[in-house]
């Protein structure tokens, strides 16, 4: 429980604990909050495709494998553009920062999962949209967070723009990185929606 | 309608009912003729068309379809692909066309045939369709329109089923057959761009022109082909790829690649533990002592 307040703090941006501020915490704590992304996408896949059982139990893992990689695929470009752009923060400090935002999301995801079972369960149209709304919300929040949880972490006086330039990079690379993942792992949603073919799809 | 000269003018009445069946003999003769001089006449290798294409569409000095443009867009049916065409002639050629051959860079594939059109035949060599007979009411404007069927069995390379024009028109050939894709599986002429398919000869310009002249819009995903008769005189063989076959092999790499990392998530989170334990409590212990040195000052 202390672990998932700590988490909470950090996606709020608050200043991380003394007793949590060593190396090994803040990977532990980079790594928990991944893991529990995953619980929170599990469990809005799950919502998401609760129309028929097969999708519902696909999506368990689905949703969490699209979230995950898509990580795991923009990390590597952020933390290049963290050491060539120079930005005046700890590696750890992104990091957690990154994780943070995708914590946040994932936790608006799986916060709004029993309102999408429900819609989709009750209404035609209203799930789906809901479905979709809630996508979209989850990656705002997650954006907010990262990028001021980014910038609250910074030394004070250290320029912002230079310390953007990698939340920038990987917020990029993790959405095009998403965007061909879902299209991969599609069905998500019982419907078919613009995002189920990919670029191709939204490039016709 | 009646010949005065046949029947008498001075008992009209009793001479008409003889008159009216003369006539009907006659027409019933003429028609009779024309029959057994179609009948007589000797038959040209068409097939397909539900009328006629003209009587010299395909005579060996008719002239041949003054191509500028074309475009080949094929769509799934029952049982195979149906390939849409769209000859486009030059500006020129309507006022001044009376029908004309169209012959194909190579054979349609086995087995594939014209869907019957008004004033086109297909021209049929060896038992496949080797070109059209266009006959001056299949002229709308400037544009020829055909459809072809192309049976489909089984999976694997095909044959493509474009009748592709021969000459050096530049044609456009559609890619997009539903949410799959033809794939070129042997073309050495043919090179792969990014968003079209064409042999080097056909430069931008080229492209461009085939566009405007075939009205096809341009689109990112399309990767259509781009094609004289000349690079399609051998024939060419395509691959009907299904992006959700494809997808399905990603699929499977990509829930690999997810239960490695989770893997590894797990393991790191297991070897952190004691680490970040030993230092949670070094800085607790820190702050404490910190703490109680304050307090002992104070």
Not at chain 1, 156 to 168: D, E, R, T
Not at chain 2, 58 to 86: I, M, N, Q, Y
Not at chain 2, 134 to 154: D, H, I, K, N, Y
Not at chain 2, 252 to 266: C, D, E, K, N, T
């Amino acid at each position: 429980m202390t672990t998932f307040v700590t988490l909470l703090d950090i996606a709020c941006g608050r200043p991380i604990p003394a007793e949590d501020s060593g190396r090994a915490r803040r990977l532990q704590l980079v790594v928990f909050a991944l893991l529990a992304s995953l619980a929170f996408a599990g469990a809005w896949g799950l919502a998401a495709g609760s129309q028929g059982a097969g999708l519902a139990i696909a999506n368990l893992y689905k949703v969490p494998m699209v979230i995950l990689l898509s990580c795991v695929f923009a990390a590597p470009a952020g933390l290049l553009a963290w050491r060539l752009s120079g930005a005046p923060i700890r590696g750890t400090d992104l990091a957690l920062g990154f994780t943070g935002g995708v914590f946040g999301g994932t936790l608006v995801l799986a916060v709004l999962a029993p309102l999408v079972a429900l819609y989709y369960q009750s209404s035609a149209w209203a799930g789906p949209l809901l479905g979709i709304g809630s996508v979209v919300l989850a990656l705002v929040v997650g954006t907010v967070m990262f990028v001021r949880g980014t910038i609250r972490r910074l030394p004070p006086g250290a320029p912002k723009l230079a310390a953007l330039l990698p939340v920038a990079v990987t917020l990029g690379m993790q959405l095009l990185t998403l965007l061909q993942l879902a299209a991969i792992a599609a069905p998500i949603f019982p419907e078919r929606t613009p995002f189920s073919g990919g670029i191709d799809h939204l490039a016709r | 309608m009646t010949t005065p000269t046949t029947a008498p003018v001075t008992a009209p009445l009793l001479h008409i009912p003889t008159i009216r069946l003369a006539t009907h003999l006659r027409r019933l003769g003429a028609a009779a003729l024309v029959v057994a001089s179609v009948l007589a006449a000797p038959e040209p290798a068409r097939a397909g068309g539900g009328q006629t294409a003209g009587e010299d569409a395909c005579a060996p000095d008719a002239d041949s379809l003054p191509l500028a443009g074309a475009h080949f867009a094929p769509r799934r049916v029952d049982g195979g692909l149906a390939w849409d065409a769209r000859f486009v002639v030059t500006s020129d050629a309507p006022s001044s066309f009376r029908g004309g051959a169209l012959r194909f860079a190579a054979p349609l594939p086995a087995g594939e045939e014209l869907v019957a059109t008004q004033g086109l035949d297909a021209i049929v060599e060896a038992g496949r369709v080797a070109g059209l007979c266009v006959g001056e009411g299949a002229l709308q404007g400037r544009t020829v329109s055909a459809s072809f069927f192309q049976p489909l069995s089984g999976e694997g390379a095909i044959a493509l089923g474009a009748p592709i024009a021969t000459g050096r028109t530049v044609q456009i050939v559609d890619t997009s057959v539903g949410d799959a894709r033809l794939e070129l599986t042997d073309a050495p002429l043919l090179e792969k761009h990014v968003g079209f398919v064409a042999p080097r000869g056909i430069g931008p310009g080229a492209r461009e022109e085939a566009r405007r002249l075939t009205g096809v819009r341009e689109h990112v995903s399309a990767s259509p082909i781009y094609l004289r008769g000349e690079d399609a005189r051998g024939g060419l063989t395509v691959r009907l790829a299904d992006p959700r076959a494809r997808d399905h092999t990603s699929a499977i790499a990509v829930g690999v690649a997810f239960a490695a990392v989770v893997g590894g998530l797990v393991l790191a989170a297991r070897r952190l533990r004691r680490a970040a334990s030993v230092e949670r409590a070094d800085a607790l212990l820190a702050s404490e002592i910190e703490a109680a040195a304050k307090g002992s000052r104070g």
